[in-house]
């Protein structure tokens, strides 16, 4: 069973910057999509971002992260990473990581998931 842990998360000042990872086990990264997806109160989940398998190839969902927000793979240590700068009070939610052949922006197109990192951006 393919598991993923997300860290990184925390309390940070608008402005401010985290990096988060999601560290997998029984699964090698580079050969599948991982995703992250985030779950503010009260809305619905939506995906971040994504890495493709392979061919490494990134995509960005939200527009709203679009030049703040880079995901990356260390194949060595089988990990991705979506560093996080000059964040916003909007960018507040649980952030997971999710894994699947393809990168999609859909939560439903994703078999194996991470229990979630709880991101607070505020002064």
């Known amino acids: 069973q393919v598991q993923l842990e997300e860290r990184g998360g925390g309390l940070v000042q608008p402005g401010g910057s985290l990096r988060l990872s999601c560290a997998a086990s029984?699964?090698?990264?580079?050969?599948?999509?991982t995703a992250w997806f985030r779950q503010a109160p009260g809305k619905e989940r939506e995906g971040v971002s994504c890495?493709?398998?392979?061919?490494?190839?990134?995509?960005y969902y939200q527009d709203s992260v679009k030049g703040r927000f880079t995901i990356s793979r260390d194949n060595v240590k089988n990990t991705v990473y979506l560093q996080m700068n000059d964040l916003k009070p909007e960018d507040t939610a649980i952030y997971y990581c999710?894994?699947?052949?393809?990168?999609?922006?859909?939560?439903?197109?994703?078999?194996?998931w991470g229990q979630g990192t709880q991101v607070t951006v505020s002064s």
């Open positions: 999710a894994t699947d052949r393809r990168c999609s922006p859909w939560e439903s197109d994703y078999g194996s």
């Open positions: 029984r699964v090698v990264l580079d050969l599948y999509a």
């Open positions: 890495i493709g398998g392979y061919d490494g190839f990134t995509y």
